[in-house]
């Protein structure tokens, strides 16, 4: 029997070496982080530790104005949920003021 008429009775499809695969495995399970995302995380903080980590960030921001202000325009704000839930019966409310705006209500 050719290897044609058994995958056709088994519904395998032969993989690029012509070995018959049932379909996908399982996959990564929902949240887990892939080997190479995995990988530059540890990396980053491996070289975080190595430059003075926490104590060491604290004195960089406390060194210049701008450095505190891109701590927290561009740090901080990676640690913060990437959606906010608010309750349906007292809404989050935003209001955004331009500086054309602003100066008009003066």
Do not use: H
């Not at 995380?41 to 406390?62: P, T, V």
């Not at 450095?67 to 561009?74: D, L, T, V, Y």
């Amino acid at each position: 029997m050719s290897t044609d008429v058994m995958n056709k009775k088994t519904s395998k499809k032969p993989n690029l070496r012509g070995v018959a695969v049932t379909g996908a495995g399982p996959g990564r399970p929902k949240g887990a982080l892939n080997k190479t995302t995995r990988s530059v995380k540890e990396a980053i903080e491996y070289a975080a530790k190595g430059l003075g980590g926490a104590d060491r960030m604290i004195a960089w921001a406390k060194e210049d104005a701008a450095n505190e202000r891109a701590f927290w325009a561009s740090i901080y704000p990676k640690l913060l949920p990437l959606q906010i839930a608010g309750d349906p019966d007292s809404p989050i409310t935003i209001q955004i003021l331009r500086f054309a705006d602003a100066a008009k209500q003066d």
